[in-house]
């Protein structure tokens, strides 16, 4: 007769072990990504604010005092008082007269890699775009990111037509293949660069949509500063 | 991450954790010219110095403290799921990075940002925490993130070199041959990667063999019949 001889105590199951230090490692990261977060998220904000108000004097040459106008989702304008408001944001641009010179416009779509934030100034006199600046970015370097600095590129933008007829734009902007740009409403897209150029041309092509009609049906309030 | 894998598998022989950990990244075990690592940012982003040197900066920074964190806790770091938890702070130390540049200074964001998530897909970063920072001390770990970092900064930065005075006729963004200079737009695209990178690869085989003939040499020859080297060749 054999007796059955139990198993000897098993040390502490490795699976067990695993999770726990992996557990423990994935809490301390996420918690000094977090502390981080927090501890510089004030500051990362008033960079943001500099960049911004830095590219709207960039887009804006001359221009002595702006206004930002807020949109409500009933598509009226409001004024704001700060930076600080979420949302879509306009910036209106005077000279020392109290000339309104022009409107930069704040728009996002989705890159390569991830959101481009851009802001473009409207002319309201000429009834097209007369500059584009990226504000952020996650796309490719030496590919994507010449949207940001390519000076071809970016000469697409001195004068792009968005001239609305009745609330619709008369020709939608387009992106077309590099070098067959014809048309005043066409982006010539950055050879290599076809996704990034794309997305800039749809960040464009929304907003003329969306919030072009919003100003131009509110022209008359932005030129007095009201 | 196919990178990661298949270059975390490339055991090289040549490869010690002897000697100075710190001298040995920045050039006998340079990361780019000897072990041929971490290859998607230095093709991707050295097409100017300006990018090559940025990179090889944040780099080296996420290198020392991830590598100090790993070696901290690498005796409780069960060998399974080591590569997991390398990742984990490798990509903590590059978001924590992201925030910092963020806050400190919007010129160097202006500059680096589009970069710093690429560092958590160079498979340089993880080699080195598998090969040093998961088996050595503290200090030694940091030094050779250090040593390493200025390695692959040095070495990006010559191949953005290289790529940008052929390629835009520019270093540093200062025009160098005047107007009549066309430049070959082709080293500024990823062909251009390859080839300059093939020949700085070129260039450091060649003198590595002819140091190894020369030491070969100099030990099998008596000294009083040596007849100067460059004759021989």
């Not at chain 1, 992996?22 to 960079?47: F, H, M």
């Not at chain 1, 949109?71 to 004024?79: A, D, N, W």
């Not at chain 1, 000469?155 to 992106?175: A, E």
């Not at chain 2, 780019?32 to 080296?60: D, E, K, W, Y």
Request: glycine share 10%; hydrophobic share 45%.
């Amino acid at each position: 007769m054999s007796t059955i001889v139990p198993p000897p105590a098993q040390p502490q199951p490795p699976g067990w072990r695993m999770i726990r230090l992996l557990g423990a490692v994935s809490l301390i990261c996420g918690l000094l990504i977090v502390g981080t977060n927090l501890a510089t998220s004030g500051r990362i904000r008033s960079n943001q604010e500099t960049i911004m108000r830095n590219s709207v004097s960039e887009l804006l040459p001359g221009a002595q005092k702006e206004i930002i106008y807020g949109i409500e989702p009933s598509g009226e304008l409001k004024i704001l008082p700060d930076l600080q408001a979420a949302g879509q944001r306009l910036f209106a641009g005077y000279d020392g007269s109290g000339k309104l010179l022009g409107v930069v416009i704040e728009s996002s779509a989705r890159g390569y890699a991830d959101l481009i934030q851009a802001m473009y100034s409207y002319s309201p006199e000429k009834q097209a775009i007369t500059g584009f600046k990226v504000v952020d970015m996650r796309e490719t370097p030496g590919l994507g990111d010449r949207t940001r600095s390519d000076p071809d590129f970016l000469s697409n933008f001195q004068d792009l037509d968005v001239t609305i007829v009745d609330g619709k734009p008369l020709h939608p902007v387009k992106v077309v293949k590099h070098g067959s740009k014809k048309n005043p409403w066409e982006i010539d897209a950055i050879s290599g660069a076809t996704i990034s150029s794309r997305a800039v041309g749809k960040l464009i092509g929304t907003s003329v949509d969306t919030v072009i009609p919003v100003v131009r049906k509110n022209l008359d309030r932005i030129e007095k500063g009201q | 991450m196919s990178e990661i894998v298949s270059c975390h598998n490339a055991e090289n022989p040549g490869i010690t954790a002897e000697g100075n950990p710190f001298r040995n990244g920045l050039w006998k075990q340079n990361p780019v010219f000897f072990m041929v690592l971490g290859m998607c940012p230095t093709l991707a982003i050295t097409n100017s110095v300006r990018n090559a040197v940025s990179m090889g900066f944040a780099t080296t920074f996420v290198m020392v403290v991830s590598y100090g964190l790993i070696s901290m806790i690498r005796k409780l770091i069960p060998k399974q799921v080591r590569i997991a938890t390398y990742i984990a702070i490798l990509a903590m130390a590059v978001t924590v990075v992201d925030f910092l540049v963020k806050a400190i200074s919007i010129p160097i964001y202006l500059a680096l940002g589009a970069y710093i998530p690429l560092i958590v897909s160079n498979c340089l970063t993880l080699e080195r925490a598998e090969a040093y920072a998961g088996k050595q001390p503290v200090i030694k770990s940091m030094l050779d993130g250090l040593g390493m970092g200025f390695g692959f900064t040095i070495a990006l930065t010559m191949l953005g070199a290289v790529r940008e005075v052929l390629g835009a006729g520019t270093f540093l963004g200062v025009h160098l041959f005047g107007k009549s200079f066309e430049p070959w737009v082709l080293f500024l695209l990823p062909p251009g990667g390859f080839i300059s990178l093939a020949m700085w690869l070129l260039l450091f085989a060649w003198w590595k063999e002819r140091s190894a003939e020369r030491a070969a040499i100099k030990e099998s020859a008596p000294t009083e019949l040596a007849v100067p080297v460059e004759a021989r060749a």
